[in-house]
């Protein structure tokens, strides 16, 4: 039994049209995977980023203590050295 060459001609369209909506399928997944990738980088990039940021923070919150320490010191050794003119 043959078909119709109509008939024959939408089943040849349709078979390209389902090779090409597969085509499409595939390259979809492989951006979507792409994707997910990048987010995962990006979110290993932004925690590596937040621990150097609390360090930075812990290093700056440490130096400026030993500033006002040093300021201290300096305050009480410029005194010091005033009242032994006196």
Known sequence: ??????LMHQKKKMQMD??????DLKKNE????AAEIAMRELKH???????????????W???SANHIQI????IKLKHQMNNLGR
């Open 1 to 6: 039994m043959q078909l119709d060459p109509e």
């Open 18 to 23: 389902i090779m090409l909506k597969d085509s």
């Open 30 to 33: 492989r951006e979507m995977l």
């Open 45 to 59: 990039k932004q925690a590596q980023l937040e621990m150097e940021h609390l360090a930075k923070e812990n290093l």
């Open 61 to 63: 919150k440490k130096l």
């Open 71 to 74: 300021q201290a010191e300096l």
